[in-house]
Structure formats: structure tokens, C-alpha cells
């Protein structure tokens, strides 16, 4: 699993920042996660193929995690798309795009799929075989989604020695690999737990964006390898990060330990600090594995 | 005047370029033409200050001509403007930047003001003591305006030996600028002539952008000392220009010539070619002021 930071600071598009966007490559995905203003510059920037993506999902509709969606959706048609686009956030959502769209008189020439959101319950929102996507219900200024990306158990792996040693046909390894114990002809059982080993654990990553400090969110993302949550604001600006339903780095932190992550990714921070360097020591006093996402910078977690 | 190119690409942002967008100053205005996504981050960039911009006149509603405004006008009360602000453009613009502020429960904190633009004929749409903006109907897929920026004629000028040796009292000279004569004492008629010189001509600037070639707008534009006038694409892609409502260099260069303006401004290139040189070469063979828009690139004509 990958993750790409296209823009990570808070309220508006800079020279050198660039507001909230993302992107997940996880079992073949590119998950697309908030298209701030110029998120279609930043893939270009760092060589993430548009044609790779196919859903986009959106926390809210403020402008800073929402304003760039409506140009990328019309470059995707200019670059000849056919595929289908499927785009999850919030209710409205599917008014605003196809507004924008009419009064340009530029439909596009591909499938696009709204899938509105309104439950304030966390709800799976993608699933195929290897991944499901559910919503972490948030507490901001408007209706707002953190989403919790999770590979599915995978298959039990193989003990190669163990299944040449009891003689066992190629046929039977699917069904080993599913956890069946198997009988031999001669009856004999032979426990799946002797022909396996334990998968790798199923990696997860849990984006909360943006939010005030909110620990009814920490069941929800109990245990994920990796949390990226804003921290617009220091403890010094407490009484803001409240008004304004923001989080403040040490509330970031109280978060990700009460919630065991492996790891806490901090962004979406004001401009108003002078370095980004204050929002790590200020969330390390309370939880020591954090990170700093910055515009362009990758992490990865297996 | 001075114009600054902000963007002059054709269709999406892109890693070194920007869709249309430039600043016009004139007369103590700054005055915004589109707004393609991206062009808050080009303003800071060129270090225009956003409080000077109180007009802005999007020619239509095509992705890359008007996808900056909404997150132009959020920056703006970010910043805390109180000044109103007014917005010039297609009917449609009120209901879709209203539209994205409701879905973002954020509305201005300053006065907004659309002027909604549905005319076929030209119409004077801005006007105070110095400066008049019509709109120029163009020929695009959509309904699209041109504006044409014009001062307004200057007072004289004194011709101060000559009011010397006629010794007029100072509160004589307003009147002598718009052009009086004057009666001396002794019943003597100066005729203004003799007082004044004509005053420097006044200074115009006519934006085309989008449109297909368009003789009809000649008569407008007769005579302005700027023309920007888009060139998509060159004479090679006439069939493709036709079709998307668009025009050549050559074509561009023919209005040019057709209009005798003072100087031909080219841009809104296609990023098919792999220089804009090209479209320079070919509007020469035409009309030989010819220039080259390009983005951060400044004009200063009076």
C-alpha cells in the first residue's frame, strides 16, 4: 500500500502548498481521496496516470477539498476517457458537477457514477474481492467522511515442505489456502494449521479530514497501520481549532494512541506557523510513531 | 494600461502551464479576465495584490476559463475582504457559484454582485469617469463574450506658455481642458486651440477569447491598440478549429488586419504543437505586429 500526498495544507491553493488531496495505491487501486484546487496538476507533477483512477472519494464540500474535481472530470474527457468514474461524497455533490458541466455544455463521453452520501453511521461504501472502503462519520463545519481503506483477509500461505512431505495433489491447494483441513485416502486428517502458514495481516489506512477532536471515531479505526488526521492547529490555538472544528496536533496524537495506529501521518495544516516541524514535536509528546505529510512525499506500509 | 498574462493555454492546467486568465490595469483598476483553475495561485505568484481586483468578467463558462473563480472568491473571505466584489459573465454564474458556496455553508462576508450577461449585441456593461467595458459577442459552442476596455477621452492639454502670454487666471484652466474658449476682459476671444494641445489618444484593449473566426467583430475592435485574440490552432487544423468553434493564427492575424489594430496579441494555444513559436510565424504572413502571449508575460501599451 502506498500513499502519495498531492496537498496537504489547509484553506487555500499557495505557490508552494497545495490544499487536500491524496492517493492510495492499494491491490491495484489508485483511490483518489479530496481534489482540492490543482490536484490535477500535482498527478501530472508526480507522474500518477490519470487513467489509473476510478474512484474518487470526496470528505466534504468546502472548496479546498472539492474545488478541483470539476476540471478534472473534464480533462478526463478531453483525454478521451471511456472507462467509468465513480465519485462518493457527500448529498449535493451530483448537483454541483452536473450543473458545472450543463453550463459549459460539456457532458462527458464516459460513465459517471455518483454515489451520494447522507448516512452519519459508518457505512461500506466500495467492496470488490480484495478491498473494502467504509465511511468514518466526522465532526466538522458541514457533512463530513474520513474513509477507512482495508485489504481483506488474504488467503493462508502455502507450506511448501509440509504439502510435499504428506504428497498432497496441486487440486487440493486452493482449498488449503481457504484454511480446510484435508483428509488423505487413507483417511487420515491432516489439519489445515500443519499445511499453512498465517497470512501477512491485511494492511489498513484510515484518512480523517477534516474533523474536530472526536473520540467517537477511535472503535472505528482501532488497530489501522496508519491514520492520517489533520491537525490545522497547535494546543495554542485551542480555543480555534474548537470554534472552527479543526483539530489541534496534540489532539491528533491523543487520537491515534487511544486508537493503537502504527502510525499517525499529521496534514492540513494553516499556514499561519512558520514551520511544519511544531506540529510533530507538539504530537510526539503524547504518541512517539508520527510523521509529517508534506506536498509530494510518499509513504508505504505493508 | 499593462496587461499580465496569468494563463493563455488552451483546456487544462498542466505542469508549466495555465488556462486562460489575465489582469488588466487601467486607470486604477485591476480588472480580472477569466478565471481558469489555478489563477489564485498565479496571482500571488505574479505578486498582484487581491485586494485590487473588484471586477471580474469571465467570457463564458467553459472549465478553463471559470473553474479558479469559486475558490478565488472563498480565498477572498479567508482574507477577510469587505469590499464588494463584482462578476461579470454568462447567465448561469450566479446560480452555480451560489450553488458551491450553499454546499460549503460558507457564504461571502462581502458584498457579491453578479451581472449576468445575456445579450447577442454588444453592450456597455462597466462604466465610470475614465474607463467604459463592453462585451464583444464571439462565435463559440457556448454563449460566449469578448469585453472591450476602453478610456475614456482625456481633457486637453494646456499649452501653459500660451496661457502665460494671454495671462489667464489658474481658475480658468478646468475649463479650458474640457476644451472652452475664453473671453478676456477686454472682450477678446482665444479660441481653445491656441490654449491646448489635443490630449494623448486614449488608450483600448479588446480580449477575444473564444471564437471561431469572426468577421463580425471588426467593426467593434476597429482600431484598439491591443487585440488578444485566441489562436487554438494553425491553418494545418482549420477543419478541427471550425468544428470546435475555434481559430487559427492565420485567422486570428486576418481580424487583426481587417480591424487595423495596433498590436495582435496571440494565445489560448493548443498544446498539440510543440512550440507556440509556430503560431507567431504564421499570423506574420498577415499582420506584422504580431506577439506572443505567454504566462507570467507582461504588455504595456499607451
Redesign the interface.
Known amino acids: 500500500m502506498k500513499l502519495t500526498i498531492l496537498g496537504c495544507y489547509a ?5 508552494l502548498t497545495n490544499p487536500t488531496s491524496q492517493v492510495l495505491e492499494i491491490k491495484n487501486h489508485m483511490f483518489l481521496i479530496d481534489c482540492g ?2 490536484t ?2 500535482q498527478l ?2 508526480h507522474g500518477i496516470k490519470f487513467s489509473r483512477i476510478n474512484h474518487i472519494f470526496i470528505s ?5 477539498h ?3 474535481l ?2 478534472l472530470i ?2 478526463f474527457r ?1 483525454l478521451g476517457r471511456e472507462k467509468e468514474l465513480n465519485i462518493y461524497g ?1 448529498k ?2 451530483k ?2 458537477i452536473t ?2 458541466l450543463k ?4 457532458w462527458t463521453n464516459y460513465p459517471l457514477h455518483f454515489h451520494e452520501l447522507t448516512s452519519v453511521d459508518s457505512e461500506v461504501i466500495f467492496e470488490d474481492a480484495k478491498v473494502t472502503v467504509q465511511t468514518i462519520p466526522l465532526d466538522h ?2 457533512y463530513t467522511n474520513g474513509f477507512l481503506f482495508r485489504e481483506k483477509e488474504r488467503e493462508r500461505t502455502l507450506n511448501i515442505e509440509a504439502v510435499r512431505f504428506y504428497e498432497i495433489d496441486k487440486a487440493y491447494f486452493n482449498i488449503i489456502k481457504k484454511g480446510k483441513d484435508i483428509v488423505t485416502e487413507m483417511g487420515e486428517i491432516i489439519p489445515n494449521k500443519e499445511l499453512t502458514f498465517d497470512p501477512p495481516k491485511p494492511t489498513s489506512y484510515a484518512f480523517c479530514s477534516d474533523t474536530a477532536y472526536n473520540p467517537h471515531l477511535v472503535p472505528l479505526i482501532k488497530g489501522v497501520d496508519c491514520l492520517y488526521h489533520e491537525a490545522t492547529f497547535l494546543e495554542s490555538e485551542t480555543d480555534l481549532a474548537k470554534k472552527t472544528k479543526h483539530s489541534t496536533a496534540k489532539q491528533a496524537a491523543k487520537i491515534a494512541k487511544e486508537a493503537s495506529v502504527g502510525k499517525l501521518i499529521l496534514g492540513h495544516y494553516s499556514t499561519r506557523y512558520a514551520s511544519i516541524e511544531v506540529f510533530k514535536e507538539e504530537a510526539c509528546q503524547v504518541f512517539d510513531q508520527v510523521e509529517l505529510a508534506d506536498d509530494g512525499k510518499s509513504f508505504e506500509f505493508n
Open positions: 484553506a487555500t491553493p499557495r505557490t484546487e490543482g490535477q496538476v501530472r507533477r466534504h464540500l468546502h472548496g479546498d472539492f474545488f478541483g470539476p476540471g473534464s480533462t478531453l457527500p449535493g455533490i448537483e454541483a450543473l458545472l453550463l459549459g455544455d460539456s463545519r458541514v
